[in-house]
């Protein structure tokens, strides 16, 4: 009998480690897709707006019933070259004076979210993941250029693409259906370009940046 108490214990302790093992919560993801991928621009395109499905993998109930989930969502245009020309008056007219290319620009972007960005994450996690209008990365051809004058026109850029619509956000675009299945709605200004868009869904837990899905 003390033999087989001996045995009985000894399986006991081998079981017991790979169920805890079993216990592992899986990693959270997050998935996305289209509600058409493609759209006609005709010659009477006023706008559209583009509806993203999506869905978490292996959620935490507790953070969802906490409402700690956020999801941003992203739709980039083709990336182009873009020349930004500075104008100064000169005997009463404005003529070129400087210009500074950028290179790989998205010529459109729209983002989606749950709240408003501050809410969602910090200022850092935005600049890390080069994410919202503010935030893209616009890279110089000529990097030897002052810091100053590349920021000058950098903020002329943006300024140009905000106004013309092509750079916009759409704050509680992004709706949560249910725990895990979420809808974005993003909005495609009259003159988006035409040529291959990308959209980029980003999912934040407790304001930490978890995991990125693109399609």
């Given amino acids: 009998m003390r033999r087989l108490a001996a045995l009985a214990a000894a399986t006991l302790l081998v079981v017991l480690p790979a169920t805890a093992q079993d216990a592992v919560p899986l990693p959270e993801g997050i998935q996305i897709g289209l509600s058409t991928d493609r759209v006609a621009i005709?010659?009477?395109?006023?706008?559209?707006?583009?509806?993203?499905?999506?869905?978490?993998?292996?959620?935490?109930?507790?953070?969802?019933?906490?409402?700690?989930?956020?999801?941003?969502?992203?739709?980039?245009?083709?990336?182009?070259?873009?020349?930004?020309?500075?104008?100064?008056?000169?005997?009463?007219?404005?003529?070129?004076?400087?210009?500074?290319?950028?290179?790989?620009?998205?010529?459109?972007?729209?983002?989606?979210?749950?709240?408003?960005?501050?809410?969602?994450?910090?200022?850092?996690?935005?600049?890390?993941l080069s994410l919202g209008p503010a935030n893209i990365y616009l890279e110089p051809e000529e990097k030897r250029a002052s810091p100053l004058t590349i920021q000058e026109f950098t903020d002329a850029l943006r300024e140009r693409k905000e106004g013309l619509g092509l750079y916009s956000d759409?704050?509680?675009?992004?709706?949560?259906?249910?725990?895990?299945?979420?809808?974005?709605?993003?909005?495609?200004?009259?003159?988006?370009?035409?040529?291959?868009?990308?959209?980029?869904?980003?999912?934040?837990?407790?304001?930490l940046f978890i995991k990125e899905t693109s399609t």
């Fill in 170 to 207: 759409n704050i509680g675009g992004v709706q949560f259906l249910s725990a895990n299945l979420f809808r974005a709605t993003l909005h495609l200004a009259p003159n988006v370009p035409v040529g291959t868009h990308k959209a980029r869904a980003f999912l934040f837990r407790n304001g």
């Fill in 42 to 128: 005709t010659a009477d395109f006023s706008g559209a707006d583009l509806t993203i499905f999506g869905a978490l993998e292996n959620p935490d109930p507790l953070v969802s019933r906490q409402g700690r989930y956020d999801v941003i969502v992203v739709l980039e245009g083709p990336a182009r070259q873009v020349v930004v020309r500075r104008k100064d008056r000169i005997l009463g007219m404005w003529i070129n004076t400087r210009s500074e290319t950028f290179v790989n620009v998205p010529v459109s972007y729209s983002m989606a979210t749950t709240r408003p960005p501050q809410d969602v994450t910090t200022p850092d996690s935005y600049r890390q």
